[in-house]
């Protein structure tokens, strides 16, 4: 019932692939490019244009990339001038700035707000609730829960926008803040309700107000399986990414060899 | 201004009891059934379809109950194969997913996001904003304030979904968060910005990031009148809830009569 | 694209300035007064009305005003009897309760929820996803990031309604919490995550949970320049501001002359 074509409004000059299905009541921006099988569900916004356009005559929206195969749920509003690879979703009323770039297969979950001038690499997946302040760098596979802040202004107010930068495979736990300018390795763990003023080396756990390194993550026992770390998460956990089926060390190894 | 039938999407398949009202620009999908005198205000989406609906032609939506005299606030989402009891009441924007559970007489707040697999009891009121993961259990009479998180993986990210227990009469404070699996008492109080890591007795406070026991509620003074103290809260709030009118000890002994 | 006339439903009891432009499918009620040359956008409620419309058929809605030169972007609700100062701009999702009150020039991020009964000074920002307490007096000039929360109630729950007091010039950092009934001062900086149980003197910084003092902000260095403190932040911040092109001091002089 979200498919009926009721009171669409597709630009001329967007570009719609093949099979793709666009739910009642969403708006299509001038300078949209969506991939083949792509869904876009009900009320969503899709380039939305920039603050200048209400103002400025002469606006052009510039160019918003969304991949093939991307499922965008209802009340969405993304921004023009974003890049989102094939395989992108998101939850319910997400709201995505200017100047975004996706890599493939991510999912950002219900309410979450990205600022703009954010980098994420592919198969990260933010929860709810999660803000990315502008200027931030998300490498692949990271995962982001609920209420956590990437912030960026060291002295608010300022004229200062010093992004947070974020390793590979890193796990940002519930209400965590990111302070700006800060470095996260890879395979790190941030423990609920943190708050990161340091820069955090791989395979560290952290944790506390401000936070402190705990332990490596390997040491962490499994609730599952106590004789073992749960850590590097991808050896516990596969659904979704690349190395299902075939496990993380062996997939690991074939895109090393 | 909000009942025009405008632009209604109401399914052949759904049941709407007696004097509901019905919001412009309202969708109700397959086998909702709304119980009489609810109001579901304008731009709300009830019984919105699961996951499988995107790719599944035959695709049969499960069923959503609303109970009577509930009031939807506009914007809400709520998806199909939930449950909610009498006088069922939300503010603006809320997202609940499949297989929820209220019982009567709850609120939730403006943009709570509840993750679905949850139970509440009744008379709950989730204020703006909170959000509730999977697996949740919540007695009756919990009130939670804003920006809380129930969580439920204790080793993020892994396959173990394990929510939260939490007894009769508790409350939340601002931005909580409980962790995975923890059992919350009786007559509880979590302060402000807690990060809850191990079971919590009946009439404790606690508080602090891992929370702490502070004291038993029983002695904390009250503001307005400090020879008292304020909890067990019953005995100093009743509006809108059972006891009022009557008091709580003298509905509490005629409950248990 | 925003601006077509199409599915608008306004009020023929608002009063509407000149040059103001309004987006499909906003709503405007009644009572509601918009300033010239404002812009209210696509899908929103402009003087929402209370509770009590629901089920009162001599219902009347009192009055709202949204001051010239404003823009109020995409899916905002503000209710009824709020008053905005001219240039009040909002994000998109805001939701802005009865009885608000903003001064002139100020801003409300995306997903923010003022809850009513608050009052703001001019030039206030407001960053995504704020929550202002029923009962909250804000000066000017001050600033609030993401996932703060300014709360009211001393005794969850209670009938006590004890806001919080924010003087000029403050800046309250990303997921701060303002217990009900504090005081803070003038030019005062709250850090990131803290929980502020006590009142805060004039250009204090605190931080933590509970909030301890730090230092005076004037002791902080400069991240820009190390031989200066970025403190008070009107000498070294102007965009936007009222000293903007002819700085803080010379202003401030003017003002006082």
Redesign the interface.
Known sequence: ??F?N??L?I?SKAEIGQNVKIG??T?I??NVFIGDNT?IS?NC?IG??SNDY?NNKSYTNKKTFIGANS?IR??T?IYCESTFGDNFQT???V?IREKTTFGKSCQVG??S?I?GDVEFGDYC?LH??V?IGKGSKIGSYV?I???V?L?ND???????CSGATVGDYS?I???S?I?PGITIGQHV?IG??S?VNKNVNDYSLVA??PAKLITDVRE?K???NPKES??P?PK??E?GLPWEGLGYYKWLKNQND
């Not at 060291?154 to 200062?160: E, F, L, R, V």
Request: aromatic share 12%.
């Open positions: 019932m979200k009926n009721k009171r409004n630009s009642d009541d708006i921006y001038d869904i009900n916004v939305e244009p209400y499922l209802s009340h509003i939850g319910h009323r709201t219900t309410l707000d600022q997946r709810s609730n803000h995962f829960y609920p209420y802040v912030t060291p002295h608010p107010p300022s004229n200062i796990q736990a519930v209400q803040i302070l763990l609920a309700n708050t506390g107000s962490i499994s609730k599952e749960h850590y998460w516990s956990f659904r």
